[in-house]
């Protein structure tokens, strides 16, 4: 029999997950196969708890017991000197014990399922709650992380521009260290204010190309300028990124998307892009007698506010949900709608539900028009939809539930074997796609790549 | 409706079940299959006639009315030509039974002639023994052929009612076989049908089901609840998710309201949505639904007009102020489905595929009560 150990090992039931402290300060002590032993009988007390935690555990806290019984069992074979150790468990207990194996087993299995059936999207991951901010945040971001996390700010062009305006604000207030130059501490004073905002919400392909852009900028710039003067040339150079790639793209577009619209034709258009609105009240502005169809849908809803907008402005709408759809589509002459980041193979990435639109409208062969500026293409090819998406919070945040159907008929929070998905995007596939209106033109989805073409000679 | 000449017998009853259809207060369709059966019942019983086709002339009074108080509730219609089918069975194995039944399942040009649609083939035996004495149009005694025949009726109509009350467990018999484990399944709705499929699968199979919610009516939820409680992994899903999701689902199980005679079916809303992402993914689509369904009639999408709309309240309330004014909302209750998008039919009676539907129709229903 090998030596007995110089000190007191915890007994089979493991210790329990609060006392690191008198295992740890005796890790270094115990040899290799002892710590072995020790990890063997933790993790074995967590199968028992998890066992003993599942809803279908009929078998309970006996069962448990017995799991952790028989888990102790193993470490006998490691044929290190257990019994001192450990109180091993009697024969009989043992015998009784893999008898029960099977239904401890069992119900170790349904609990695995259980936890395996909801793993299948916990790659999506939940929206974590902002925490308080850590270090020096500044105001602005705080403000802006808060907006974001609650929906406040939506949409691609709307959250780009909060932040680059946020960001302005920023470099204003930032005062460069000594014996350093703004060109190349700026940018790691941002980075911590940029994992904010991305810990409130996974940022968009606009925000992340706009700060690649500003990234580019500050460490382009001039270190023999006074501060000042440095940050006035930043933010030139912000407000004409503004400018030139959203605020006048957006009237190029307008102009022609707002040409594929006749006199007599049914627009379609989905949840609420800030782009096709634009289009919407432009043509109707120049003349054109059109009426638009609305289609929307949860988690979010935003289409009932592009439907205020757009009968304020006089424009005949009709409005439905997504499952009706089918209904509606044969009757409609074209299909707009925005996007969040285009894809070099021509995929649209944008609001959850634009790809079932406009799978059905090529299905009645309706032309499928993107309205999207050239800033949000995207280099990487996404295959499907859940490469990267985002999950919106649970529960009503957008009060998208009609009022004449009571809550309790409603299932808002997760329940044992039932999980409530939100993804809040989708990827449209190219080939359900007619074209997409840019700044630089009217592009076939399958040139999409060649957009950066397009730019290196703007 | 202008009141009705001759009162049909058990006429109160009808009338009963007309005031509840028309005020929609009836929920399901096999509630409303049930109800119909038990009404015909009490007509069948109270019934005063000399020959067959004078029951049959009250069985359809009967059914028009019934189909007229809500003519989008298919099963209605549905139930009575079953009824009728059922009764000329029964009554051509009574009267025939002195008559060897050359009638086998040989479909000739003269048997088309003669009895003018291929007939199931019938048990040989009769099920009572006082068939021999059935004498129609009896002058003395008009009401002996009445109830001579009346017993063998009620059982016909008893088989029917057997069948609506074992649907749920028929259709569920193959459930094992077709679930496998550690699938995804997706559905959407409350079918009570699919429902039952999926948890008598969950007995013997670990698989996950993906519900969309289906708004407006949201039923999904009541459907994830269903499933959840019965311990079947669950996620509830939005409508807008179905294409996200259709890459990873193994297979689309629906429900339907009817089935039309093309292999067609009508669905709640969101099922055209639902079966077409699955076509373009090359994804099963599997359709639950008790025979009940099949309903003889299949130009019923060609007009607006043959949709259900539901109160548009639930899309856009009047919380919304001014735009309820100004805008259209349009908000029906079910959808088409075309036979090129579904795969395969499970009902009580096994499984085909759209393209028998037709022959399923043909041997449930007679052509003379397509029109009641």
């Known amino acids: 029999m090998a030596p007995a150990p110089t000190l007191d090992v915890h007994p089979v039931n493991g210790p329990p997950a609060g006392e690191p402290s008198a295992g740890q300060k005796s890790q270094k002590q115990m040899t290799k196969a002892e710590r072995r032993e020790l990890q063997e009988k933790q993790r074995a007390a967590k199968a028992a708890k998890a066992a003993a935690n599942a809803p279908n555990g009929k078998l309970g806290g006996k069962a448990a017991k017995e799991l952790s019984a028989l888990a102790g069992a ?80 939506t949409g691609a062009n709307a959250r780009c521009i ?37 810990a409130a919400r996974p940022m968009s392909i606009t925000m992340g190309n706009a700060i690649r852009q500003l990234k580019l900028d500050i460490s382009g710039s001039d270190i023999d300028l006074p501060e000042q003067d440095a940050k006035d040339v930043l933010f030139r150079k912000i407000d004409t990124y503004i400018r030139e790639r959203i605020i006048i793209a957006d009237q190029v577009i307008q102009e022609t998307a707002g040409n594929k619209i006749k006199d007599g034709d049914i627009v379609l258009t989905y949840a609420r892009s800030s782009v096709v609105e634009k289009v919407l009240l432009e043509a109707h502005a120049s003349g054109r007698e059109f009426s638009v169809i609305v289609v ?49 193979n021509g995929a649209v990435y944008s609001r959850a539900g634009t790809a079932l639109v406009a799978m059905m409208a090529k299905r009645h062969s309706v032309p499928v028009v993107v309205c999207c500026e050239t800033y949000k293409f995207s280099e990487n090819i996404q295959l499907d939809s859940f490469t990267k998406n985002e999950l919106a919070p649970l529960g009503d945040l957008f009060s998208s539930f009609p009022n004449n159907k009571p809550r309790e008929y409603l299932t808002l929070e997760n329940q044992p074997h039932l999980e409530i998905l939100n993804p809040l995007y989708d990827l449209t596939p190219p080939s359900c796609i007619t074209a997409v209106v840019t700044e630089v033109g009217v592009i076939p989805p399958n040139a999409i790549s060649s957009i950066p073409v397009a730019l290196g000679r703007l | 409706m202008a009141p009705d000449p001759t009162p049909i017998p058990g006429h109160k009853a009808v009338e009963t079940l007309v005031a509840k259809l028309r005020r929609r207060q009836i929920v399901g369709s096999r509630q409303a299959a049930l109800e119909t059966v038990l009404v015909l019942r009490q007509v069948v019983s109270k019934a005063r006639f000399s020959n067959i086709q004078q029951l049959i002339v009250i069985i ?71 068939t021999a004495t059935l004498k129609e149009d009896d002058p003395d005694d008009p009401d002996s052929f009445a ?63 993906i519900v969309a919610e289906t708004a407006p009516s949201y039923s999904g939820h009541d459907m994830a609840r269903a499933l959840s409680a019965a311990g079947i992994s669950t996620f509830l899903v939005p409508d807008s998710s179905i294409y996200a999701i259709m890459s990873r689902v193994n297979k689309i199980i629906l429900g339907a309201h009817a089935i039309l005679a093309n292999g067609g079916l009508v669905a709640i809303t969101g099922s055209l949505l ?58 029906p209750y079910y959808d088409y489905v075309g036979p090129e998008l579904v795969d395969v039919f499970i009902t009580n009676d096994g499984d085909h595929p759209p393209s028998s539907v037709y022959r399923l129709i043909k041997e449930t229903y007679d052509d003379d009560d397509h029109e009641l």
């Open chain 1, 162 to 198: 909060a932040t680059l305006t946020a960001f302005k604000t920023v470099i204003q207030d930032y005062v460069t260290p000594q014996n350093n130059t703004l060109s190349r501490h700026l940018m790691t004073y941002l980075s911590p204010q940029i994992s904010h905002l991305v």
């Open chain 1, 74 to 153: 193993p470490s006998k074979k490691t044929g290190r000197p257990s019994d001192a150790a450990s109180k091993p468990p009697p024969p009989g207990l043992v015998k009784a014990a893999q008898a029960k194996a099977g239904q401890a087993s069992l119900a170790d299995q349904s609990a695995r399922n259980q936890a395996r059936g909801l793993l299948i999207f916990s790659h999506f991951g939940l929206p974590k709650p902002v925490s308080a901010a850590k270090g020096d945040i500044h105001p602005a971001i705080a403000r802006l992380a808060l907006q974001f996390s609650t929906f406040k700010i």
């Open chain 1, 296 to 344: 929307d849908s949860r988690p979010m809803l935003e289409g009932k506010r592009l439907l205020a907008v757009l009968s304020e402005a006089g424009i005949q709408c009709t409005y439905l949900l997504l499952p009706a759809l089918g209904s509606v589509i044969s009757e409609v002459s074209v299909v707009l709608v925005g996007a969040h980041s285009i894809h070099t």
């Open chain 2, 60 to 130: 359809r009074e009967a059914g028009r009315r019934l189909v007229e108080a809500q003519p989008k509730e298919h099963t209605v219609g549905n139930t009575v030509r079953r009824v009728l089918h059922n009764i000329r069975e029964e009554y051509h194995s009574a009267v025939k039974v002195s008559a060897p039944t050359s009638s086998r399942n040989v479909y000739t040009i003269s048997k088309f002639v003669l009895q003018g649609q291929p007939r199931k083939q019938t048990v040989g035996a009769p099920k009572s023994e006082t």
């Open chain 2, 274 to 331: 639902a079966a077409t992402a699955a076509r373009a993914h090359s994804t099963p689509v599997v359709v639950c639904a008790g025979q009940f369904k099949l309903t003889p009639l299949w130009n019923l999408y060609h007009d607006y007009g043959a949709l259900d709309f539901a109160d548009p309240s639930s899309v856009l309330g009047f919380e919304e102020g001014k735009l309820v004014e100004r805008v259209d909302v349009v908000n």
């Open chain 2, 147 to 209: 109830r001579g025949i009346k017993p063998i009726l009620m059982e016909a109509i008893q088989d029917v009612l057997d069948e609506l009350e074992t649907v749920y467990d028929n259709v569920s018999k193959t459930a094992k076989d077709h679930i496998h484990s550690d699938e995804i399944i997706l559905t959407i709705g409350h079918s009570r049908t699919v429902e039952a499929f999926l948890k008598s699968a969950g007995h013997t199979r670990n698989y996950t089901v």
